[in-house]
């Protein structure tokens, strides 16, 4: 089959709701390290690295080398009986997780791991009602679209009135209309008034992403999850760190929420854990994990040929340091964001993000200063860099949100190579 082949039949036999990037979509053929090549022979430098996924770079060898051992050895048995490669990275975890986290639980994706981790919530704490944020995601089940404050990803109204919203720490797009740090993070202090309101006064938990991914790489205050976390927990729930996108040493330290130091009593992550294996995990406190006591199994969670990938993955995190070159390469892509910025003050509203999770937000230009959400720039920057051979994300509400990610151990030539992109495609949507 050629490219138009592939796209015709992923149009005749797939939902129409897999939705593609890009006015014509790309067939992708093949990937090396930061390189992907489509079926028509052109290669891209890969910044959004299946949405945050492939954390040491396309067909690494050194994890395909430990999946093809496991599968020559053990592809697939269940969780019936134990593995060497599930034990070592469920180890492994308890590990490199903060706090008193001391027992895992592997799914097969990270919406089973957020509703694991709510379940848990729930059983421990004996309490129903648990807290998420606007313009959070969870994942695409019954429940985690309940959690999720995304209208372009509900296809159903909430499923679950036991889930209240909490107002978004957006700075860029504050819901209470003031600013930081003026505001005394009033959007941390607001939980206090959602629980006494909208609950029973008595709840299981939050639920939070430290940057909301699909929102559009939306980082709160510094102070935000100190002051919630101790909200939550007057109320008698429990504090869950979504780290689906920011674990992994995506945004410069192995865990999104380190950055708050803030100790979680549950965690969940998945995507970048097995370098796109399919693999999600939810690693809790030991009582909290104790709280389970019916019989419970995930067929396909903790595959062996997933912990295998996930085992080597995070090996080379560790061993090449790539929290710290993803800080330092971060630093070199934000300064340079900036740089594009301040050449484009008048589509360039926000730039944010942390480590190798870097956003740009596109507004309207007129009239002035309304930070009205551009979602005809995004398209034509989109298109633009794809034409000169850079992909990357996009999200927010508006789809004005542009999302910038590329594999852990990304060079410093190669981040320069996307700002230079960037640059020349941002001149070719201004002129």
Known sequence: MNSQNIRDKHSQYLFPAVKNFYQESIVIDSGKGSQITDMDGNTYLDFFGGILTVSV????????AAIFAQVNRLSHISSLYPVESVVELSERLVNITPGKLKK???????????????????LFTGNTEIIALRHGYSGRSMLAQSLTAHSTWRSLPSQAAAVKHALSPYCYRCPLKTTYPVCGVACAEDVDELIRTTTTGEIAGMIVEPIQGVGGFITPPKEYFTIVS??????????ISDEVQTGFGRTGKMWGIEHYEVEPDIMTMAKGIANGLPLAAVVAT???ADSIVKNTISTFGGNPVSCAASNKTIEIILRDNLAENAKNMGDILRKGLEEIQLKNPKITGDIRGMG???????????????RTPNTRAADQLMEETKRRGLLIGRGGL?????RISPTLNISQIDVENALEILSDSFAAITD
Request: charged share 20%; proline share 2%.
């Open 356 to 370: 190798l999770m870097q956003a740009i937000e596109f507004v309207m230009d007129e009239p002035a200063g309304d």
């Open 398 to 402: 508006s789809g004005n949100v542009m």
């Open 230 to 239: 101790e909200i939550v927990r007057k109320y008698g729930g429990i504090f």
């Open 286 to 288: 030991g009582d909290i």
């Open 104 to 122: 895992c639980f592997f799914t097969a994706s990270g919406t089973e791991a957020d509703e694991t981790a709510v379940m848990l919530a729930q």
């Open 57 to 64: 770079g396309h067909a690494n060898e050194e994890v395909n």
